[in-house]
């Protein structure tokens, strides 16, 4: 059981792990869990120390690695690590968000623009209370520079850059019942 969580350390195999485990011993188990899971693989990491609440360890991790490193990582992973980041480490929070934003804007996904700039609405808005204003000019002429060309996208971003972009935009919802309201009154 043991050699297997040490092998492939992940929230399953955490979650065995402590099955077996008595409640004097937990803790140190888990310590060494936590241990484990530091020499794994960033999504793995990221997912058990969510998991754990471990958010001193994901901090660390998420300050040390790459932004190039969190954009490679599903948003599925991700997203719930930078909300509960947002408090304790904003600043870590918000190089996730700007991983997540950037992943949709490389992959050209324009179908998610939206959730891209809320994306980088918090980014902006983490590192500009956080006293990190130059992470968010890097990150402004980064788009400008390699993403000009993505009209759906640069339009909302220019915008959500001089502070005129809405806190919160219309949701898809609002916006299917308006359209949908449209159509009904369009009909009579």
């Known amino acids: 059981m043991l050699f297997r969580s040490k092998a492939y350390p992940s929230e399953f195999t955490y979650d065995e792990l402590m099955k077996y485990i008595s409640k004097k011993d937990s803790r140190h188990w888990h310590n060494k869990a936590i241990e484990e899971v530091k020499k794994a693989s960033l999504p793995q990491t990221i997912k058990l120390c969510t998991k ?93 520079r390699d993403h000009y060309r993505k009209y759906s996208l640069i339009g909302d971003f220019e915008e959500l850059v001089s502070g005129d972009y809405p806190e919160s935009p219309e949701s898809f919802e609002e916006r299917t019942r308006k359209r949908w309201e449209k159509q009904i009154s369009d009909k009579d």
Request: proline letters at 1%; charged letters at 35%; aromatic letters at 8%.
């Open 52 to 144: 754990t609440k471990e958010w001193e360890i994901l901090a660390e991790c998420i300050d040390v690695c790459t932004h190039e490193d969190l954009e490679s990582i599903s948003h599925y992973t991700t997203e719930e690590a930078a909300q509960e980041l947002e408090k304790e480490h904003p600043t870590e929070a918000a190089k996730i968000y700007r991983a997540m934003a950037m992943r949709i804007v490389k992959a050209k996904k324009s179908k998610y623009y939206g959730a891209a700039l809320d994306h980088f609405l918090k980014t902006k808005r983490l590192y500009l209370d956080n006293d990190c204003r130059e992470e968010w000019l890097s990150l402004v002429e980064t788009v400008r």
